[in-house]
């Protein structure tokens, strides 16, 4: 029987498709929904410290703005770390940093926002994803 848990596969390093993590997260929480992000390659590398600001949009959004990064900085638009700082003070929300990732980029834990909570496997993330009730590719 599914929980009501909503999993999320965070693969894009696209700011553009990284904001919605942190709204889909806190929507998911306020809802009552347990929350895990597997964050992969591109994805996790927006979760290096002071990274997400300096992530590129990608080719369908960039014609439409600037510089997304200051235009939400300007006008104090939270970007994802932030957002889901806010979902795990609603709720049950887990974000875990892909191990084989984390070898191939030579990361360490201390290296990412402090919203990562720990280092996982893909094997763990999928027994976990699948007691739920959706996952998302993002």
């Known amino acids: ?10 693969f894009s390093g696209e700011m553009d498709k990284l904001l919605p993590v ?3 997260a806190s929507g998911a929480v306020a809802m009552g929904h347990e929350v895990r992000i597997f964050l992969t390659f591109w994805g996790l590398m927006a979760f ?4 997400f600001f300096h992530m590129p949009v ?5 014609g439409m703005v600037g510089d997304l990064g200051a235009m939400l900085k300007e006008r104090k638009i939270p970007g994802v ?3 889901l700082r806010t979902a795990k003070e609603l709720g049950d929300v887990e974000v875990v940093a892909c191990g084989m990732t984390m070898d191939l980029f030579g990361l ?4 990412l926002e402090d919203v990562v909570d720990r280092v996982a496997g893909v094997g763990e993330f999928i027994e976990t994803a699948k007691e739920g009730h959706t996952t998302l590719f993002i």
Do not use: E, H
């Not at 029987?1 to 965070?10: F, K, Y």
């Not at 360490?108 to 290296?111: E, I, M």
């Open 1 to 10: 029987m599914a929980t009501d848990r909503v999993s999320m596969i965070v």
């Open 22 to 24: 942190g709204i889909l």
């Open 48 to 51: 290096k410290k002071d990274a």
């Open 58 to 62: 990608s080719p369908s959004f960039s």
């Open 81 to 83: 770390v932030d957002q």
């Open 108 to 111: 360490k834990l201390a290296d």
